[in-house]
């Protein structure tokens, strides 16, 4: 990639004077910083090397040191508490900043103690929280340990970045948030107004709003998962999700990496070294690239960087196509309902290679996708499953039979335990799978309430109902990819945030290429393509379930399903109650 100089006023480079100056960055004298060209629509810093500057007296294994930041001069949660500690405050006023300390702790506190917050909390959110409380306080007067203000003001305010937190200030619920839910976006909404209403209850309506989404976009970009020795000398290791000055000015690139980070393990500073057999040979001056994350998946890097990799020939890269949930009409029932209480994400993995795209039939969580389309061997309804809507029965009688006590004592709690389970807002229910019944032979005369591992091997043993339920699922998928056509189409209409905007485009090519295949007769299953066992594919996990959905399942109304006896719901009470004994003995 093409170098630029930054202009001799850009801050990066006053920052990056202040972290070797005054708190102990080193540099081997190749590396600077410049405009990197992997992006145009932004100033986009990148780190690079200058050849003939280079020095490789210290060179190993083919390895050059390119940078060192001692672990007190990064910012994790660790090393924030020690940033808070009044001993650590050499050559700084004291008693400011112990004044200071108080204040960012009881801030902190109070902030986690927000519902939205401690539902979401993550290494990454805690972060973003110190630095909203730190950029609160130095506005309200208040004085910071220099580094925390340095990185504050020098990196993370003046970062730019096209990611769904840089934007997330001009949402709209109807463009911006609920088109997009299941990727998260109700999530990053919530905890943006909830983070934005401490900020003004705290620090006033200066503290505006696009300072919490400018925070939240840069230190969710720059995070770096950081390895650690469990104890002197080991081999096992743990990971700190950590912000590193100087480190993170260096961006991603899956082909041309040249570079890695870790960490020394004498000294615990953070290392940048080069790979002397990767660089190109040829450029006198030339970027210097790490790796993000191994696979290249749209949406995590949409999401978290605002970017995603351009596709190439020969490399793979790969679209996590999470079903929105308004989409009600797949079969007849809430599907959506059942993979919750099966656990099960709603989730389709697309593989993207040479200008096509696949669905990835080689995972586990594609056959879990299939369960409630596999069909009634009876042939009275669509599908092998029956919902009771009267689950809370089963959830009581089984309390009741662990407890040694009577029914009637446990009815009320189950019934609202097992409502609120499935209308509150979290993507899985957590709860024995006791709501589903499968039915299993033409008969009628086998059936039980499986859960996901038992429905995929009694159901699944065989390939027959899978096959056909791959078709019975395909013939959906097609309803539901036309349905989502027009949602995306009608959104390009109502001109929606940049970031929205950009998974909009990618949702629609994947939607799109996959009707052409099909309409041209191609391969849309991975398994259907020609030497498929032979083509490398790296493992791409599906996104963890949400905590907030935002799909509001709604419960029909009780007086009108008359409570179902157990028989009718199962053949096997006694294994299905000895399987979930122990969960009743504590949990209900
Ligand atoms: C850790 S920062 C890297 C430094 C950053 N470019 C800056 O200006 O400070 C990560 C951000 O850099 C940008 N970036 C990194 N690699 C990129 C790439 N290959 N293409 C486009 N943008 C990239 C994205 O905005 C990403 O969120």
């Given amino acids: 990639m093409k170098y630029q100089p930054l202009g001799s006023n850009d801050c990066a480079l006053s920052t990056l004077r202040d972290f070797v100056e005054l708190h102990g960055v080193k540099l081997n004298r190749g590396f600077c910083v410049g405009r990197s060209g992997v992006i145009e629509s932004v100033r986009c810093i990148g780190g690079f090397v200058k050849k003939r500057d280079l020095d490789i007296s210290q060179l190993q294994n083919g390895m050059v040191e390119l940078l060192r930041i001692p672990a007190k001069t990064t910012f994790s949660l660790e090393t924030i508490l020690q940033f808070l500690d009044a001993e650590s405050f050499h050559s700084q006023d004291v008693e400011k900043l112990t004044e200071t300390s108080s204040k960012v702790k009881e801030l902190f ?46 990196v993370l305010l003046t970062t730019e970045i096209e990611s769904p937190y840089s934007d997330v200030f001009v949402w709209k619920e109807s463009t911006d948030v609920a088109p997009f839910a ?88 953070v290392i940048l070294v080069l790979d002397m057999e990767l660089y190109d040979q040829k450029e006198e001056v030339f970027e210097v690239f790490i790796s993000y994350s191994p696979v290249d998946e749209i949406v995590h890097f949409e999401k978290t960087y605002g970017f995603s990799p351009q596709p190439e020939e020969n490399r793979t890269s790969f679209m996590n196509l999470c079903f929105d949930k308004r989409f009600s009409a797949l079969q007849d029932f809430d599907i959506f309902l059942f993979y919750k209480w099966f656990s099960i994400k709603p989730c389709l993995q697309f593989i993207l290679r040479d200008g096509r795209v696949y669905i990835n039939d080689t995972l586990k969580q594609f056959a879990e996708l299939l369960l409630p389309y596999v069909a009634d061997p009876q042939g009275e309804r669509q599908s092998c499953f029956t919902y009771n809507p009267n689950n809370y029965t089963t959830f009581s009688q089984f ?65 027959e109902l899978y096959s056909r339920a791959i078709d019975t699922f395909q013939r ?25 905007a950009n998974l ?25 393509v020609e030497n498929y066992e032979n083509l490398e594919l790296a493992d791409c996990p599906l996104p963890p379930p949400l905590k907030y959905s935002s799909y509001a399942f709604k419960p029909s109304d009780e007086r009108q399903q008359p409570p179902v006896s157990e028989e009718l719901l199962t053949k096997y009470p006694e294994e299905e109650f000895l399987q979930y004994a122990s969960f009743f003995m504590e949990n209900t």
């Fill in 109 to 154: 506190s109070e902030c986690c103690r927000i519902p939205v917050i401690s539902a979401h909390a993550s290494e990454t959110l805690l972060l973003i929280i110190y630095f909203i409380i730190f950029s609160g306080l130095e506005r309200s007067g208040y004085m910071l340990p220099s580094p925390i203000s340095h990185y504050l003001n020098g």
């Fill in 399 to 463: 309390t009741s039979r662990a407890r040694g006590t009577s029914e009637d004592r446990f009815l009320e709690d189950c019934r609202s335990l097992a409502r609120e389970s499935e209308i509150g807002p979290s993507e899985i229910i957590g709860l024995p799978q006791l709501a589903w019944t499968c039915h299993l032979d033409a008969e009628g005369e086998d059936f039980a309430r499986l859960n996901k591992e038992q429905c995929l091997k009694v159901l699944f043993g065989s390939d």
């Fill in 182 to 269: 299941q990727y998260g976006f109700a999530s990053i909404h919530l905890i943006f107004n909830a983070l934005s209403e401490f900020s003004a209850v705290n620090f006033g309506s200066k503290h505006c709003e696009r300072t919490i989404s400018a925070l939240m976009a840069s230190i969710s970009s720059r995070c770096l998962e950081i390895p650690h020795e469990e104890h002197k000398g080991s081999d096992d290791f743990y990971v700190n999700t950590t912000l590193v000055p100087v480190l993170d000015y260096v961006n991603h690139d899956n082909k041309h990496v040249n570079a890695h980070f870790d960490i020394d393990r004498n000294t615990s500073d």
């Fill in 476 to 500: 959906q998928l097609r309803l539901y990819m036309n349905w989502r056509l027009d949602v995306l189409q009608e959104l390009k209409r109502q001109q929606p945030a940049k970031s929205s």
């Fill in 504 to 528: 909009a485009a990618h949702e629609l090519y994947v939607i799109q290429q996959y009707y052409q295949q099909l309409d041209q007769d191609l391969p849309v299953f991975w398994t259907d």
